[in-house]
C-alpha cells in the first residue's frame, strides 16, 4: 500500500492535507458507498469490474491516508493502557475471536501501540479487531491479512485459524436479521 501516491490517496478520498483518522475515516465510508454495488448514483456508469477497481483504490487510498496520518488516533478509555498478563484462561478463539486476540496480546506484554508498528496495522483497526467492530473494519481481503499479522505478532498457535474464526464470526453477524 505504500505504492500509493499520498497526494492522489487524498484526492480520491477528497480530504484535505490536514484531515485525520476520524475525518478520513468518513471519507473513506462516504466513497465506498458512493460505489458500492447497490448505489443508485454510479451503478448504470461502471461495469463491475471497473466498480471492484475503484472500490480497491478507495481501499488502497484509505490504508495509505491512515498509515501517513500524523495525529494520534484516540482510542477507548482501557484500550492502550499498560497491558496486564490475563489471569483468567483464554476465550474460545471461536465465539470470542477479538477476545482471543486481545487475550494473547496481553499475554505477549504488548499496547495496541506497540502492535500496530509490529504489525503496520493502525491502532484504530486493532482496537475494532479486538472489540469485533465489525461494520468498522475494512473489506475482508485486507481484513485477512490483518488478522494474520496480529495473530503471528501475539503468538497465537495458528493465526490462520484464528483469522478463519474471526472472519466467520463477522460474516454470521452480517447475515443475522436486523432487530
Not at 91 to 112: N, Q, V, Y
Amino acid at each position: 500500500m505504500a505504492d500509493v501516491d499520498l497526494a492522489a490517496a487524498r484526492e480520491l478520498l477528497r480530504v484535505a492535507a490536514e484531515a485525520g483518522p476520524e475525518e478520513i475515516t468518513r471519507a473513506y465510508h462516504r466513497m465506498r458507498s458512493l460505489y458500492a454495488e447497490d448505489s443508485l448514483a454510479t451503478y448504470s456508469l461502471l461495469d463491475a469490474e471497473a466498480r471492484a477497481a475503484m472500490l480497491d483504490r478507495i481501499e488502497a487510498a484509505y490504508h495509505r491516508l491512515l498509515e501517513a496520518c500524523e495525529a494520534p488516533v484516540a482510542l477507548p478509555a482501557g484500550r492502550d493502557g499498560p497491558p496486564e498478563p490475563p489471569r483468567e484462561p483464554a476465550p474460545d478463539p471461536a465465539a470470542e475471536p477479538g477476545a482471543f486476540l486481545r487475550w494473547h496480546r496481553r499475554k505477549k506484554g504488548l499496547s495496541l501501540a506497540a502492535l500496530a508498528k509490529i504489525t503496520k496495522v493502525g491502532t484504530t483497526h486493532l482496537a475494532n479487531i479486538e472489540a469485533e467492530n465489525f461494520a468498522e473494519l475494512p473489506v475482508r481481503v485486507y481484513l485477512r491479512g490483518f488478522l494474520i499479522a496480529y495473530g503471528q505478532a501475539v503468538g497465537v498457535p495458528d493465526p490462520e485459524a484464528a483469522a478463519a474464526h474471526f472472519l466467520a464470526k463477522g460474516r454470521r453477524s452480517q447475515e443475522a436479521p436486523a432487530g
